[in-house]
C-alpha cells in the first residue's frame, strides 16, 4: 500500500529539480576544459514554480535549459567558471537536503496519523 499525499507529491517535485540541478552542474564542470563549451543552466524559482502548477507526472516535466549569460569566456570560447559551478554544486546539494528533511518530516507526520487511527 502507498499513501501518497500533495505535500509529498510536491517534495519529489522539489527534489527531482534539485538533482537535476546537481547535474547541469556537474556536466558544466565536466566540460571546463572542452573548447567552446558554454555554460548551460536554468532558473530554479521558476521550474519549481512550472512543476507545482502542472498535473502531469513530475518526472515527464522537461526543464527549460538555456546557455547562462554575462560569463566571462576564455580565448578558447568556453566560459565555465570553476567557482561558479561550485557554488551552484553546493546549493543544490543544500536543496536536495533540505528536501529530504522536509520529506521525512511530512512521512513522520503520515505515520503519527496512520497510529493515531488505531
Known amino acids: 500500500m502507498q499513501v501518497t499525499t500533495e505535500l509529498g507529491e510536491h517534495?519529489?517535485?522539489?527534489l527531482d529539480l534539485s538533482v537535476n540541478e546537481a547535474k547541469v552542474t556537474a556536466s558544466n564542470m565536466a566540460n571546463i576544459d572542452t573548447p567552446g563549451y558554454?555554460?548551460?543552466?536554468?532558473?530554479?524559482?521558476?521550474?519549481?514554480?512550472?512543476?507545482?502548477?502542472?498535473?502531469?507526472?513530475?518526472?515527464?516535466?522537461?526543464?527549460?535549459m538555456h546557455e547562462v549569460d554575462g560569463l566571462v569566456s576564455r580565448p578558447d570560447g568556453n566560459n565555465v567558471s570553476i567557482d561558479r559551478e561550485s557554488l551552484h554544486l553546493a546549493e543544490a546539494q543544500l536543496k536536495f537536503r533540505t528536501g529530504?528533511?522536509?520529506?521525512?518530516?511530512?512521512?513522520?507526520r503520515v505515520m503519527d496519523a496512520i497510529r493515531a487511527d488505531k
Open 11 to 14: 517534495l519529489a517535485r522539489y
Open 38 to 64: 558554454r555554460t548551460k543552466g536554468f532558473d530554479f524559482g521558476s521550474e519549481i514554480a512550472k512543476a507545482f502548477d502542472s498535473f502531469e507526472d513530475p518526472r515527464s516535466h522537461l526543464v527549460n
Open 100 to 108: 529530504i528533511a522536509l520529506l521525512r518530516l511530512e512521512n513522520q
